[in-house]
Nanobody, 123 residues
């Protein structure tokens, strides 16, 4: 059973920062690209960020580029999403997902395994 446990969400004001964490149980952890996706009620699921197995490569949605930074700590089997300068449009439930090891990431093949963590940004 693959388990991904997201944490770090909360209710913040525009301009604030949050750091999301995702602890994974999948092994071998380094055999996967990892990604963050988000979905708000009534909206399509959207890609946020992805990182390669080594952590050397990452890519971001245009809407978060320059504000969000994804990283991974393979020995700890944990990925992070540092979210700065948060905007109300960032409000969504954020999901940590696994994807194929290939790069560039095959986003359509990423899968969510956890409950996500809610991020709400007020103005």
């Amino acid at each position: 059973q693959v388990q991904l446990v997201e944490s770090g969400g909360g209710l913040v004001q525009a301009g604030d920062s949050l750091r999301l964490s995702c602890v994974a149980s999948v092994r071998p952890f380094i055999s996967y690209s990892m990604g963050w996706f988000r979905q708000a009620p009534g909206k399509h699921r959207e890609f946020v960020a992805a990182i390669s197995w080594s952590g050397r490569d990452s890519t971001y949605a245009d809407s978060v580029k320059g504000r969000f930074t994804m990283s991974r700590d393979n020995p700890k089997m944990t990925v992070y999403l540092q979210m700065n300068s948060l905007k109300p449009e960032d409000t969504a439930r954020y999901y940590c997902e696994t994807g194929p090891i290939v790069w560039p990431p095959q986003l359509e093949k990423f899968q969510s395994w956890g409950p996500g963590t809610q991020v709400t940004v007020s103005s």
